[in-house]
Protein backbone atom coordinates (compact mmCIF):
# COMPACT_ATOMS: atom_id res chain seq x y z
CA UNK A 1 0.00 0.00 0.00
CA UNK A 2 0.69 4.13 -0.42
CA UNK A 3 -0.36 6.53 2.18
CA UNK A 4 0.61 10.24 1.62
CA UNK A 5 0.40 12.06 4.39
CA UNK A 6 -0.29 16.22 4.66
CA UNK A 7 1.10 18.09 7.61
CA UNK A 8 2.11 21.81 8.54
CA UNK A 9 -1.35 23.24 8.31
CA UNK A 10 -2.31 25.39 11.06
CA UNK A 11 -3.72 29.40 12.01
CA UNK A 12 -2.03 31.78 10.62
CA UNK A 13 -2.77 35.84 10.17
CA UNK A 14 -3.17 37.57 7.21
CA UNK A 15 0.31 37.78 5.86
CA UNK A 16 2.03 35.17 7.48
CA UNK A 17 3.80 31.85 6.48
CA UNK A 18 2.88 28.14 6.36
CA UNK A 19 5.11 25.49 4.94
CA UNK A 20 3.12 22.44 4.28
CA UNK A 21 5.10 18.76 3.62
CA UNK A 22 3.25 15.51 1.73
CA UNK A 23 5.65 12.69 2.89
CA UNK A 24 5.28 8.99 0.81
CA UNK A 25 5.53 6.02 2.35
CA UNK A 26 4.98 1.96 0.95
CA UNK A 27 5.52 0.55 -2.08
CA UNK A 28 6.95 2.85 -4.29
CA UNK A 29 9.51 2.47 -6.85
CA UNK A 30 9.20 6.33 -7.56
CA UNK A 31 6.62 9.05 -7.89
CA UNK A 32 5.50 11.02 -10.90
CA UNK A 33 3.62 13.70 -10.54
CA UNK A 34 2.52 15.58 -7.64
CA UNK A 35 -0.24 18.36 -7.50
CA UNK A 36 -1.04 20.22 -4.11
CA UNK A 37 -4.94 20.71 -4.19
CA UNK A 38 -7.13 23.22 -1.90
CA UNK A 39 -11.37 22.98 -0.81
CA UNK A 40 -12.89 25.66 1.13
CA UNK A 41 -16.34 24.29 2.68
CA UNK A 42 -19.32 24.52 -0.12
CA UNK A 43 -16.50 25.00 -3.03
CA UNK A 44 -15.10 22.69 -5.42
CA UNK A 45 -11.58 21.25 -5.04
CA UNK A 46 -9.19 22.72 -6.84
CA UNK A 47 -5.34 23.10 -7.92
CA UNK A 48 -3.16 25.04 -6.44
CA UNK A 49 0.32 24.16 -7.42
CA UNK A 50 1.85 20.85 -9.46
CA UNK A 51 5.75 19.69 -9.99
CA UNK A 52 6.35 16.96 -12.25
CA UNK A 53 8.76 14.25 -11.52
CA UNK A 54 11.52 16.66 -14.01
CA UNK A 55 10.73 19.57 -11.50
CA UNK A 56 8.64 21.15 -13.95
CA UNK A 57 6.27 23.32 -11.72
CA UNK A 58 2.50 25.19 -12.41
CA UNK A 59 0.78 27.44 -10.54
CA UNK A 60 -2.72 28.61 -10.13
CA UNK A 61 -3.18 32.15 -10.85
CA UNK A 62 -4.26 32.84 -7.37
CA UNK A 63 -0.80 31.80 -5.90
CA UNK A 64 1.82 32.51 -8.46
CA UNK A 65 4.26 34.66 -6.74
CA UNK A 66 3.50 33.36 -3.36
CA UNK A 67 2.98 30.03 -3.47
CA UNK A 68 6.30 27.81 -4.19
CA UNK A 69 6.21 23.94 -4.83
CA UNK A 70 9.17 21.53 -4.64
CA UNK A 71 10.27 18.18 -4.25
CA UNK A 72 12.80 16.33 -2.33
CA UNK A 73 12.80 12.43 -4.04
CA UNK A 74 15.48 11.22 -2.07
CA UNK A 75 12.64 11.49 1.10
CA UNK A 76 9.91 10.61 -0.86
CA UNK A 77 7.99 14.20 0.29
CA UNK A 78 6.81 16.84 -1.68
CA UNK A 79 6.39 21.00 -0.21
CA UNK A 80 3.93 23.58 -0.54
CA UNK A 81 5.97 26.94 0.71
CA UNK A 82 2.52 29.64 1.22
CA UNK A 83 4.12 33.34 1.77
CA UNK A 84 1.77 36.52 2.02
CA UNK A 85 -1.55 34.17 3.17
CA UNK A 86 -4.69 36.12 2.83
CA UNK A 87 -7.97 34.97 4.36
CA UNK A 88 -8.95 33.24 0.78
CA UNK A 89 -6.43 30.71 1.07
CA UNK A 90 -8.10 29.21 3.98
CA UNK A 91 -8.97 25.80 2.95
CA UNK A 92 -8.25 22.28 3.82
CA UNK A 93 -4.98 21.12 1.34
CA UNK A 94 -4.21 17.99 0.19
CA UNK A 95 -1.72 16.68 -2.01
CA UNK A 96 -1.80 14.02 -5.06
CA UNK A 97 0.70 12.32 -6.75
CA UNK A 98 0.98 9.27 -9.43
CA UNK A 99 3.22 6.81 -7.58
CA UNK A 100 5.09 4.52 -9.96
CA UNK A 101 4.81 1.03 -7.84
CA UNK A 102 6.62 -1.59 -10.43
CA UNK A 103 7.67 -1.21 -13.92
CA UNK A 104 3.93 -2.49 -14.82
CA UNK A 105 1.99 -0.68 -11.73
CA UNK A 106 1.37 3.10 -11.15
CA UNK A 107 -1.56 4.76 -9.39
CA UNK A 108 -3.27 7.88 -8.17
CA UNK A 109 -3.36 8.77 -4.36
CA UNK A 110 -4.82 11.19 -2.10
CA UNK A 111 -3.57 12.59 0.98
CA UNK A 112 -5.88 13.01 3.90
CA UNK A 113 -5.41 16.82 4.08
CA UNK A 114 -4.25 19.55 6.48
CA UNK A 115 -6.51 22.53 7.60
CA UNK A 116 -5.24 26.25 6.37
CA UNK A 117 -6.56 28.95 8.04
CA UNK A 118 -6.07 32.52 7.59
CA UNK A 119 -7.25 35.48 10.08
CA UNK A 120 -7.27 39.03 9.34
Known amino acids: QVQLVESGGGLVQAGGSLRLSCAASGSIFSIDNVGWYRQAPGKQRELVAA???????NYADSAKGRFTISRDNAKNTVYLQMNSLKPEDTAVYYCNAVVVKSSRTRNNYWGQGTQVTVSS
Open 51 to 57: ITSGGTT
